[in-house]
């Protein structure tokens, strides 16, 4: 089992600049990929970023490449989400994921709200 528990989310104005963390614990030897993705209201969840086991970027949505960066904290097993130049249309709950061999977990997600 594999727990996933994220942090750092808020409101800010468009511009500014938020970082969340997930902090996963248990068999976290077994994760081979973790990352984040985002629902807003009346959309479906979609992928923002993710990392493979040995930390190099996997794949960042191009909605935010170049505002986003998702990196890794091996000692903490701790996954965060460095969001810069913030834009109202990125105002939505963001879920940590792990992907194992045999199924993936979810966080219970954290607000992020962007105001114009």
């Known amino acids: 089992q594999v727990q996933l528990v994220e942090s750092g989310g808020g409101l800010v104005q468009a511009g500014g600049s938020l970082r969340l963390s997930c902090a996963a614990s248990?068999?976290?030897?077994?994760?081979?990929?973790i990352g984040w993705y985002r629902q807003a209201p009346g959309k479906q969840r979609e992928v923002v970023a993710t990392?493979?086991?040995?930390?190099?970027?996997?794949y960042v949505v191009d909605s935010v490449k170049g505002r986003f960066t998702i990196s890794r904290d091996n000692a903490k097993y701790t996954v965060y989400l460095q969001m810069n130049s913030l834009k109202p249309e990125d105002t939505a709950v963001y879920y940590c994921?792990?992907?194992?061999?045999?199924?993936?977990?979810w966080g219970q997600g954290t607000q992020v709200t962007v105001s114009s």
């Open positions: 994921n792990a992907w194992t061999a045999v199924r993936q977990y």
């Open positions: 248990g068999s976290t030897g077994s994760i081979d990929a």
């Open positions: 990392l493979n086991t040995r930390g190099r970027t996997n």
